[in-house]
């Protein structure tokens, strides 16, 4: 029976799961011990059986602590997470389709949803035959083995925490699968479809499994080092976003960039996607509490509170400079902020995601037009200016707003100024390695099956050249 | 017979059409273009990049009459039209050499 238990999930999640554990099943116990107690005494009176309610309250809690130690199965929780992670992949599936598939020229919609969909099934398999094994195998600084290949021994009964490890296991796959499914953004319009394929299949072992491991697997370096990563900020967001940084500059611009019309086709599937994502999100945030307890709800107001706030934070910043509150903007806005709010989503209170929205908004929105303007790459969907910049935004600000009563460790408010080096150095870790195997897997490929479609085949239509299918 | 193209407001179509069967068109065809006059086209931006669109969407409406008829219809467009500002669009008229009705094979001013 698997009772392992990441330390990041210990950390975090136990805490406030053992609180909840101690309180709510009490009340069960004296709520049926009760019943049990005033059936018995009826004739006696109702005066009895209240004091019999007390008694049994008073046992049942007793009972409980004696037997807190060892975890077992909790309903609650593992209903929240069943939940949970089926939301997770209605980020992706149609979440991340919509919002990415709005933003693309018509002619090209189709292979945008396609790359994102491939990309969700590549994701499930890879994870099941690797990936989960290489994430939360055995303990490791830097990997976690083999020895859960393809799900070995990951059997029905074992626990992962209070839920199931097969509802862990799937609730970390929709993890893998958002994550490469996000770099499609970054080169939108010109990568060829079997290059997507063979590069998402071996960017999830060679990049996405082993910083899981480092950020959450048993004995990662990133864990131990303290670094504060509680739903996927150095994992899921600033990798991504470098990974798509490097794959637009490898891949190269699109044909015509900043001469021809690259205006989105249908920005009310761009917002019905942020939507799914904004929804989804509380699964992602408040899932990984991995508990139906304090810490999710406490996860859950957070991330409301900083994706509203920079979704106004990057409409007021753009009216300002450029005259007219866009659909795509506030929309935009919406994801930076849930991006920057991921990583702290278990350590900050809601004023602290109020100004985690607030300068997450604002930066992203500038990195978005401004800095990718100074630069010059094309980054067609700003996947490192939302993800990559506002995970870091995020991993910084969480050093600066944990709150030692909410996720037990202090942040430089508190007066543990120390903690945003810790943050500042495992994003580093982050990007170093998702920045430097990304390239090398890109070459690998360019020089092999080649990464772009033909100049003619992009003029022309993806959807048909690769697809053989238009829109409408 | 002539032909008049008119290239209007898309929002004007209506008045156009019920100015046009008032003075007796019996029949007229309509394509949605897009181009441009003198009045310009507008921005677009999307994350900061910004986008000229100059090309403005319009009307044409395609209707043949009989010489006599043709001021008429020319001038019932112009006023029916017409809003005064700039892209109101315009007319043109030519000269048409034939006309057939398919189903019944009538000709020229029997054909409209």
């Not at chain 1, 060892?70 to 593992?78: A, E, Q, V």
């Not at chain 1, 490469?180 to 590069?199: E, Q």
């Not at chain 2, 100059?54 to 043949?64: A, E, G, L, T």
């Amino acid at each position: 029976m698997n009772t392992h238990i990441t330390p990041r999930r210990a950390r975090v999640g136990r805490p406030l799961r053992g609180l909840n554990l101690s309180a709510e099943r009490g009340l069960k116990l004296s709520a049926e011990r009760g019943l049990n107690l005033s059936a018995a005494l009826r004739g006696v009176g109702v005066t009895f059986a209240i004091i019999g309610v007390a008694v049994a309250a008073w046992a049942g809690l007793t009972a409980e602590a004696l037997a807190a130690e060892k975890p077992k199965l909790d309903s609650g929780d593992t209903a929240w997470m069943l939940t949970a992670t089926a939301i997770v992949l209605m980020m992706t599936l149609p979440g991340l389709a919509l919002f990415y598939g709005g933003m693309v020229r018509k002619k090209n919609v189709l292979t945008m949803v396609m790359q994102v969909f491939a990309t969700a099934c590549i994701g499930t398999i890879v994870w099941f035959a690797v990936g989960y094994s290489i994430a939360f195998g055995a303990d490791g600084a830097y990997w976690g083995g083999l020895s859960k290949a393809f799900l070995a021994g990951v059997g029905k009964e074992n626990l992962t925490g209070t839920i199931p490890e097969t509802v862990f296991m799937t609730f970390q796959m929709t993890f893998a699968i958002i994550t490469p499914a996000l770099i499609v953004g970054a080169f939108a319009d010109r990568v060829k479809f079997s290059a997507l394929v063979v590069f998402m299949t071996l960017w999830i072992i060679i990049v996405y499994a082993p910083i899981t491991h480092w950020v959450w697997g048993g004995g990662g370096w990133i864990l131990k080092l303290g670094a504060l990563d509680f739903a996927g900020g150095t994992v899921v967001h600033i990798n991504s976003g470098v990974a798509g940084l490097v794959a637009a500059i490898i891949i190269g611009k699109r044909v015509g960039y900043r001469k021809e019309d690259m205006s989105p086709h249908n920005l009310v599937l761009s917002l019905v996607g942020a939507a799914l994502l904004w929804v989804g999100w509380f699964g992602f945030n408040a899932g990984s509490a991995l508990s139906a307890g304090t810490g999710a709800g406490m996860a859950m107001a957070v991330t409301q509170i900083a994706s509203a706030s920079a979704a106004l934070a990057w409409m007021f910043a753009e009216w300002l400079q450029r005259g007219k509150p866009t659909v795509l903007g506030i929309v935009s806005g919406a994801i930076a902020g849930l991006v920057a709010i991921t990583p702290a989503s278990g350590f900050v209170d809601p004023m602290g995601a109020l100004f985690i929205g607030l300068i997450g908004g604002v930066v992203c929105y500038w990195a978005s037009t401004s800095l990718k303007k100074m630069l010059g790459y094309d980054d067609a969907l700003d996947v490192f200016g939302i993800h990559g910049v506002g995970g870091m935004v995020g991993a910084i600000l969480t050093g600066v707003f944990a709150v030692k009563a909410i996720g037990g460790t202090a942040g430089a408010l508190e007066g543990n100024g120390g903690q945003i080096l810790t943050q500042i150095y495992s994003i580093l870790g982050t990007i170093v390695w998702s920045g430097v195997m990304t390239a090398v897997l890109l070459l690998a490929i360019k020089v092999t099956i080649g990464l772009r479609v033909s100049d003619e085949e992009e003029r022309d239509s993806l959807d048909l050249r690769l697809h053989g299918e238009s829109v409408h | 017979m002539k032909l008049v193209t008119a290239i209007v407001k898309p929002f004007k179509l209506d008045e156009v059409r019920e100015a046009l069967t008032s003075i007796g068109v019996e029949g007229l065809t309509v394509s949605e273009v897009k181009g441009f006059g003198r009045q310009k086209g507008h921005t677009e931006i999307y994350r900061g990049a910004e986008y000229e669109i100059s090309f403005v969407p319009k009307v044409r409406i395609d209707v043949v009459v009989s010489d006599t008829l043709a001021d008429q219809v020319v001038d019932a467009i112009t006023k029916s039209a017409r809003t005064g500002s700039i892209g109101d669009g315009k007319i043109f008229v030519s000269d048409v050499s034939k006309a057939v009705r398919i189903r019944t094979g009538d000709v020229d001013n029997d054909a409209l």
